[in-house]
Structures are given as C-alpha cells and as structure tokens.
C-alpha cells in the first residue's frame, strides 16, 4: 500500500453531524485513488480521517448517513443516562469491532504509510496536542481517541484515557482546523475540507450556568468554549490567505447542510448527496492542483 501525493496534508474539520457532507469527500478522494501521505481531523473530522485511513469508503458513508437510525445511536433518553445524546460508548467503542454494527478496518488503516493526527483538549489540564499513530497501536486505542477528539461538551461525556480526561479537538488553539498541527509538520500546501460554507463567521458562545456547573472540575473547558470562535475565525482567515496564495486548496460547503446533531437520516442522506455533487464538480480542478490530473 502507497501514497501518491506526498507533499500536501490533508485536513478535516469536525461539525458533529455536518460531516454528513464531507464523508462524500472522503469516498470521492478514494474512489479517485487519490492516497495523502498526511491526514488530520478534529472531531467528526477525525472519523473522516480514520474512514480515510482505513479506505473505506462505504463506512465513511454509513458513520454519518445509515448509521443514525441505529436504536442505539443516541437520543435524550441515553443523555439522561450519563452517556450522551450521542451514545459515544457505543458508537465509537462498540459498533467498530469485527462483530460490531460498522466494523472497522483496522488491518488497512495500519498497513496504510500516511501519517495521523487527531486533535484533542484535554480537560483536566488545558492542554491541545494531536494524538498520532505511535498512540494507536490497537484497534481500541485508535477508536477512544477519536472518540476523545469528537467529544462534544455537555453533550457527550468526557472520555477518560489513562490519567487524564478529554473532550472535543476544537476546543483547542486551532478552533477546529488543525491547520497549525500540518504546518508543525512541515506542509507548504493544504488541501483542506471543511464543514462551514465560505461567508461563516463564529459567533462568540455565550456560556451558561448550566455549563458552568457540569464543568465546574473542569475550568479549562469553559475558558477554551469562550475562546473557540476567535480562535476558530482566525484560522479560517488564515486559510483564506492560503487559499489566495495557491498554498491551500479549501472545500467550503456551498449545498444542503444539517446541524451538527441533527439524526434524521433522509436529511442526512440529502446532506450527503449535496456534498457527493459538489466534489464531483470541484474534483478536477483538485487534481490538476495535485500534480495527479
């Protein structure tokens, strides 16, 4: 198994269940045969990044389409229970074993050459940092971490790994974007698939008292969540500068788009086909600018 473009990184953003759009992305780039040599994803981004990984295609689709009609999926009663609107445990622990709903393919994704890196705040702490391949040397160890990295505050139960606990990547200095851990790597170029259209800003989160409670042992994710969007708008703008300059390619969302909890699977599906025609449309113009055409 190879790579054939190695001097570009590909990036991911997350947007919980906004990758409905983008895990069309994903199985255009392999239908095309087109093998990165460096992949990162933050959050839903780094599901795409490990479908990517694994080259299938099929189960990038199915995390974000068919999959939400599993009864196990998640809703307000497993919120209720401690596990989540998203049942995290299952979806990422459970349903990616051999037996499991969407089986995973771990013996490709490590006999895949290209490089990972999977953004994740660690809550307990402060601190940002990317886990990578050396942190994934089983199937389990790769699927808590992108569980880890895709965790959404209050939404989902912090992920405990070792001694630390972890919530969502995109709490981190990046914003989401993990822009800053391609260029610590030593990219020029950046092919870059994002989850919001082109003319988004963010906001800035107005914090609650409800959330400031359920963090209470944990002050730095409230101080991260009134961070994000500054943080977020910045690399965006970045990227944009990027993008002007020929030094990054960048996919902005121009379609259908659902919520970022959004589990109804006819407007995921339409999500979906949105993203499936875009890239379809913007495919060529990829390849000339990877040397691929």
Same mark, same amino acid.
């Given at each position: 198994?190879?790579?054939?473009?190695?001097?570009?990184?590909?990036?991911?953003?997350?947007?919980?269940?906004?990758?409905?759009?983008?895990?069309?992305?994903?199985?255009?780039?392999?239908?095309?045969?087109?093998?990165?040599?460096?992949?990162?994803?933050?959050?839903?981004?780094?599901?795409?990044?490990?479908?990517?990984?694994?080259?299938?295609?099929?189960?990038?689709?199915?995390?974000?389409?068919?999959?939400?009609?599993?009864?196990?999926?998640?809703?307000?009663?497993?919120?209720?229970?401690?596990?989540?609107?998203?049942?995290?445990?299952?979806?990422?622990?459970?349903?990616?074993?051999?037996?499991?709903?969407?089986?995973?393919?771990?013996?490709?994704?490590?006999?895949?050459?290209?490089?990972?890196?999977?953004?994740?705040?660690?809550?307990?702490?402060?601190?940002?940092?990317?886990?990578?391949?050396?942190?994934?040397?089983?199937?389990?160890?790769?699927?808590?971490?992108?569980?880890?990295?895709?965790?959404?505050?209050?939404?989902?139960?912090? #992920?405990?790994?070792? !001694?630390?606990?972890? +919530?969502?990547? =995109?709490?981190?200095?990046?914003? *989401?974007? /993990?822009?800053? $851990?391609?260029?610590?790597?030593?990219?020029?170029?950046?092919?870059?698939?994002?989850?919001?259209?082109?003319?988004?800003?963010?906001?800035?989160?107005?914090?609650?008292?409800?959330?400031?409670?359920?963090?209470?042992?944990?002050?730095?994710?409230?101080?991260?969540?009134?961070?994000?969007?500054?943080?977020?708008?910045?690399?965006?703008?970045?990227?944009?500068?990027?993008?002007?300059?020929?030094?990054?390619?960048?996919?902005?969302?121009?379609?259908?788009? #659902?919520?970022?909890? !959004?589990?109804?699977? +006819?407007?995921? =599906?339409?999500?979906?086909?949105? *993203?499936? /025609?875009?890239? $379809?449309?913007?495919?060529?113009?990829?390849?000339?600018?990877?040397?691929?055409?």
């Amino acid at each position: 198994m190879t790579s054939n473009v190695t001097d570009t990184a590909l990036i991911f953003e997350g947007g919980g269940m906004r990758a409905s759009y983008t895990a069309a992305v994903v199985v255009a780039l392999l239908k095309a045969g087109i093998h990165l040599d460096w992949v990162a994803g933050i959050s839903a981004g780094s599901s795409n990044t490990a479908n990517y990984l694994a080259r299938d295609g099929l189960r990038a689709r199915q995390s974000f389409v068919d999959f939400a009609a599993d009864p196990l999926f998640g809703n307000l009663r497993t919120f209720v229970r401690g596990r989540g609107m998203f049942n995290a445990n299952y979806i990422y622990q459970e349903s990616g074993l051999p037996d499991g709903a969407l089986p995973y393919d771990f013996a490709t994704f490590q006999a895949n050459p290209a490089a990972m890196s999977l953004g994740v705040f660690e809550a307990d702490t402060g601190r940002s940092f990317y886990w990578t391949r050396d942190d994934t040397p089983t199937a389990h160890d790769l699927m808590i971490r992108v569980q880890s990295s895709s965790t959404l505050p209050f939404f989902m139960p912090t #992920v405990h790994i070792g !001694e630390h606990s972890y +919530v969502d990547g =995109a709490l981190g200095p990046s914003g *989401g974007i /993990a822009l800053d $851990a391609a260029k610590a790597a030593g990219y020029q170029k950046f092919l870059v698939v994002l989850t919001r259209p082109r003319s988004y800003i963010k906001e800035p989160m107005r914090i609650s008292r409800m959330v400031r409670q359920y963090f209470r042992q944990y002050p730095a994710v409230v101080d991260a969540l009134a961070r994000r969007a500054a943080n977020y708008n910045r690399t965006r703008e970045e990227l944009l500068e990027l993008e002007a300059a020929g030094d990054a390619m960048v996919f902005f969302p121009d379609g259908y788009l #659902v919520n970022n909890q !959004e589990k109804h699977v +006819v407007k995921l =599906a339409r999500s979906y086909a949105a *993203g499936e /025609a875009q890239i $379809a449309r913007e495919l060529p113009a990829w390849k000339e600018w990877l040397g691929l055409a």
